[in-house]
């Protein structure tokens, strides 16, 4: 299990109904062990197939995994994320990372947007911590 504290960043833009709202665009987090930072966790939206579900975790020993959302629950409070539960869809390096099968978010705090948007193509950031899991298949 690492720590996770960043920022949830939303942009606003037309939803199915041409009206503005905030949508979940990425989150820029640093993964934290024993209070030091371990590597982070972002969005893929560089990766071949733009979706804001699949999401990347880096290790600082090399290792990663990309995986998309396949369950989420309410968080704790109304201000709080979604806990997650991803499935991972490819995976790079012999380090922490290796052989994970799953990762869970859970234990969220803050990230969660309050308020309309305005103009298509502002963004604002939400500060949020979590915990991830990673689960291996045994």
């Known amino acids: 299990m690492l720590h996770a504290e960043g920022a949830q960043i939303y942009e606003c833009q037309p939803d199915a109904a041409k009206q503005l709202v905030w949508q979940p ?3 820029a987090a640093a993964l934290i062990d ?3 930072s371990v590597g982070r966790h ?3 939206l560089h990766w071949e197939t733009v979706d804001a579900s699949t999401l990347l975790w880096e290790h600082k020993d090399g290792s990663s995994v ?27 390096g012999n380090g922490l990372f290796y052989g994970v ?10 990230g969660l ?26």
Not at 79 to 84: E, F, G, K, S, V
């Open 34 to 36: 024993g209070g030091n």
């Open 113 to 138: 947007i309050r308020g309309p948007c305005d103009q298509a193509g502002t963004y604002r950031n939400v500060p949020y911590s979590a915990d991830y899991v990673f689960w291996r298949a045994e």
């Open 66 to 92: 990309k995986a998309k959302i396949v369950a989420r629950v309410a968080g704790r409070s109304a201000d709080d994320l979604p806990w997650l539960k991803f499935k991972v869809m490819a995976q790079t």
């Open 101 to 110: 099968t799953h990762v869970q978010r859970i234990n969220t705090q803050g």
């Open 42 to 44: 972002y969005a893929a």
């Open 25 to 27: 665009r990425e989150p």
